[in-house]
């Protein structure tokens, strides 16, 4: 029995591409507005700082991946200079944002213990 190659569907992978960008866009969001709502009920400046920035980086990479899907779906290209400029800025975020919580729980620590 002889195996034929599949016909391969162009439009799938984009889609599903278009659909994993969108789950990490939405888990980078709510993870982001999960710490600036407990910064501002801690009403630690520093910590406020640091979530407000990893919310405008959050947001900045909602813009990137909305501009990259419609460029997909438009010209087909899946590795641009957008997609790797959007994934350092899903690094960075979920970074950034982890950093901010690793920082407030040493501050609270030093005070416990200094206090």
Known sequence: MSEQLRSRDVGLQPERTSLAWQRTVFS????????VRVAFS???KVF??????????????AAVSLRRQRKV????????????LA??????????????????????LLQRGLG
């Open 28 to 35: 980078a969001l709510v993870f982001t507005l999960a710490i």
């Open 42 to 44: 801690r009403d630690d």
């Open 48 to 61: 406020i700082l640091l979530s407000g920035i990893a919310a405008l980086l959050a947001l900045a990479l």
């Open 73 to 84: 779906m438009i010209e087909g290209e899946l590795t641009t200079a957008s997609s790797l």
């Open 87 to 108: 994934k350092r800025l899903i690094s960075l975020v979920l970074c950034l944002a982890s950093f901010s919580l690793a920082l407030h729980a040493l501050f609270n």
